[in-house]
């Protein structure tokens, strides 16, 4: 009795201590389950973050990146466009003192003598130089680097065939054409040339004849000068008997 006693108190000893060790188990899994899960779910969100925070930096350094390169595009055109303005204030200022240096010497025309004067034809409504006209031009510029402050007062003139308007431009034409001649070969600056288109209005001959009509056809020029140094240097051939060219 005892002993059957003594061997069912054993096994419900036994299993008390496995019902025990079973729940304890059942009960450290239900605690740990929610944690783990907790923590696998912080780690995703963790990951997502750094995701997040390296997508985020990669588009700030882009933007950094694209706001430098107009940045630096700016301010090339800045300074092309600063380049631009002081190459145009210097061409400005160039104008300009040519502008008052030709405005000086019309106003002082009075006190310019000339030198040595031609007149150069062209055919009719013709604004070419001529060979006859180019050897005129050459016998005048042959003077131009021994005369001291110059300059060259160029007369256009046209017959009185055509509209005025078109006169005044033909004659023009004639004397952008001596103009052109005379800086190419001789280098005449502009600022030393003194230029009148005056169209049919100062006729040599009458425009009655077609001989007189040809003799209008023409184009003046003087070559001057305010220094009395060249004025008696022209003077002396003609003095001596020799005729001016």
Request: aromatic content about 4%; glycine content about 6%.
């Amino acid at each position: 009795m005892n002993r059957k006693l003594l061997a069912l108190t054993g096994a419900l000893s036994l299993s008390m201590v496995f019902s025990a060790g079973c729940s304890t188990k059942n009960y450290v899994r239900n605690q740990t389950t929610p944690l783990v899960d907790k923590t696998n779910e912080l780690d995703d969100l963790t990951a997502k973050n750094t995701r997040d925070i390296r997508d985020t930096d990669a588009r700030a350094q882009k933007g950094i990146q694209g706001a430098q390169a107009k940045a630096a595009e700016a301010d090339q055109k800045a300074l092309a466009a600063g380049k631009s303005a002081d190459e145009a204030q210097g061409v400005a200022n160039h104008a300009t003192t040519r502008v008052t240096s030709l405005a000086n010497t019309v106003a002082n025309l009075d006190n310019y003598r000339p030198v040595v004067e031609t007149t150069v034809h062209f055919g009719f409504d013709k604004a070419d130089l001529t060979a006859k006209a180019k050897q005129a031009l050459d016998e005048l510029g042959q003077d131009i680097p021994n005369t001291k402050h110059y300059i060259i007062v160029v007369d256009g003139n046209t017959d009185s065939t055509g509209p005025a308007d078109y006169n005044y431009q033909l004659s023009q034409r004639r004397s952008s054409a001596v103009i052109q001649y005379l800086a190419q070969k001789y280098d005449v600056p502009a600022h030393k040339i003194y230029v009148i288109g005056l169209g049919k209005d100062k006729p040599a001959a009458s425009n009655a004849s077609s001989a007189g009509r040809a003799k209008n056809r023409r184009v003046d020029i003087r070559l001057m000068t305010n220094t009395l140094e060249n004025q008696t240097a022209s003077n002396t051939p003609a003095d001596s008997g020799t005729q001016p060219r």
